[in-house]
Nanobody, 121 residues
């Protein structure tokens, strides 16, 4: 099994920035960030193929968020800029160790972190 440890959430004013990180305990084929606000479905934000660094973005964030990775440490980073109140949610890191392609369906990812809260107000 792969354990995922997230960090970096917090509270920020609109227009501010936060950086989330997710460290995996072992090999992953892809890692992703999802978010879920109260009363809403979990939605994908970033999907990254950990070997190649190819990224897929949700339309709502692709002009404001950036991603990076540290392959040696099995860690991905989500830099969130120009944050809006609608970005407020619990952010979850997820991972898949099988070579499946990009998929925004949360059921396609095998491993999940505990989540980190992001509040923009």
């Amino acid at each position: 099994d792969v354990q995922l440890v997230e960090s970096g959430g917090g509270s920020v004013q609109p227009g501010g920035s936060l950086r989330l990180s997710c460290a995996a305990s072992g090999y992953t084929y892809r890692m992703a960030w999802f978010r879920q606000a109260p009363g809403k479905e979990r939605e994908g934000v970033l999907d990254i193929l950990t070997e190649t660094g190819i990224t897929y973005w949700a339309d709502s964030v692709q002009d404001r968020f950036t991603a990076s990775r540290d392959k040696a440490k099995n860690t991905i980073f989500l830099e969130m800029n120009s944050l809006k109140p609608e970005d407020s949610a619990m952010y979850y890191c997820a991972a898949d160790v099988e070579p499946h392609g990009h998929n925004w369906d949360p059921r396609a990812l095998q491993y999940w972190g505990q989540g980190t809260q992001v509040t923009v107000s």
